[in-house]
């Protein structure tokens, strides 16, 4: 039996660097530490919504809600549908427990499986995993600065270089209805490809996401976003670009940037790692002023992002600053014979009390394999207990990269402790 087409395993040790559970620790905890420094707390909401909530929160006409949602019917009979972004997610419960009651900024993030049924190919997969930052009540464009340097920064941590920060103004609504119009008059339909064709009657604007080389020509000289924006769109965008870069961020405009989703307003930005295929976006977000309304919630602006945990471990192996495996443990405890057995079940014990992280196999393998053993799995030290070490109190801590040794009194744990730590 294998994994469902499009999901993976995440494992201590996998042939795949990127599936490396040490790796996502590595990731998630480098997160926790920056959402503290930038002052986001956590929101965890269901793996699964009624699908209502996607229709109307994420657009029916965008890709994930018309291609790509794992939708079932439940066995009373309610359609259901697995996330397949979370920011829908945050407004219901938002909306739901009336946080704008509690505070008049609100400041979340979350982490977790998100599920699109996408054809699986390098960098998309059908459960894959994001991270992402929502900031809920401000509408001052130094919040969309700050979402931004927020992402940048996790990635920049993380040890990413190269980073390629895009950035584009979508408007307003008058000003997107009006470019919509003038993309509708101005582009034949009958020359688009087939999914831009949907779009010129469903969401004119998704035609700029085209990938189709025949749609990016016919663009070319299309009527252009930016001619349609009104002067508060263009301070906004100014404002957010201004103060990005005395944070230490270069931003390169990208007229053509919509994002998928339909709920996007002013704001809108992707990152990407160079080398990578500028397609392949680490991270992408942007402003929302209208979602939380939509759903039902109070009328508060919102601007956000979301971050591809996959794509991020994939961006740090290329570059070659993902983290070696650490050891597994400080100790691997070897006895001798049923006294030292004994004896060294209790010292495991102990030494864990105390901090330490130790490790015993019981299999009874020779000395020589457990040894391999302990080296294999990346462990400090070996520590060998038989009769002669009961007897005579000292025993030979092996540095087991070093190879060196050393005798030790191995029932004082002071000791023994002073000599792992
Ligand atoms: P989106 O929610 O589509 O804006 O995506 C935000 C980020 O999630 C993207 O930049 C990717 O890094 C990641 N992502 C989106 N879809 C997938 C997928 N099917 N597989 C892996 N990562 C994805």
Known sequence: MTSPKGTFDILPLANEL??????????????????????????????????????????????????EM???????????????????????????HHLEQKGALHK?????????????????????????????????????????????????????????????????????????????????????????????????????????PGDQALLEKAPKLRDFLGSSSQDHLQIVQEQLKTWGHDTIIHPRLVRGLDYYNETVFEVTAGGQNAQNALCGGGRYDGLLKL???????????AMGIERVLQALIAQEKAPSMPGLCSLFLISLGDAAK??????????????????????????????????DRGCKYALIIGDEEISSGQAELKNL???????ISWQNRAILKGDLL
């Open 401 to 407: 990269a070093s190879r060196e040794t050393k005798k």
């Open 70 to 96: 794992y939708t079932f019917e439940d066995k009373g009979g309610r359609s259901m549908t697995l996330r397949p972004e979370l920011t829908a997610s945050v407004m219901r419960s938002f909306a739901e």
């Open 108 to 212: 979340l993030f979350y982490m977790g499986p998100m599920f699109r049924y996408d054809r699986p190919q390098a960098g998309r997969y059908r459960q894959f995993h994001q991270m992402g930052a929502e900031i809920i009540g401000g509408k001052s464009p130094l919040h969309d600065a700050e979402i931004i340097d927020f992402a940048v920064s996790i990635l920049q941590k993380l040890g990413l270089t190269k980073l390629n920060l895009f950035i584009n103004s979508v408007g307003d609504a008058d000003s997107r209805q009006a470019f919509s119009q003038a993309l509708k008059e101005y582009l034949p339909e009958n020359q688009l490809s087939e999914d831009s064709r949907k779009r010129l009657s469903t969401n004119p604007l998704r035609i700029l996401d085209s990938k189709d």
């Open 295 to 305: 759903l039902g919630g109070a009328d508060l602006p919102g601007v956000g992002f």
């Open 342 to 375: 004994s004896l060294s079940l209790k010292l495991l014990k102990d030494l864990r009390a105390d901090g330490i992280s130790v490790v015993m196999d019981y299999s009874g393998k020779k000395i020589k394999d457990q040894l391999k053993m302990a080296s």
């Open 18 to 67: 990127w599936q490396q559970s040490h790796l996502w620790r590595f990731f998630e905890e480098n997160v926790y530490a920056s959402t503290k420094l930038y002052g986001f707390e956590e929101i965890r909401t269901p793996i699964f919504e009624k699908t209502e909530l996607f229709l109307r929160g994420v657009g029916d006409s965008s890709d994930i809600v018309s291609k």
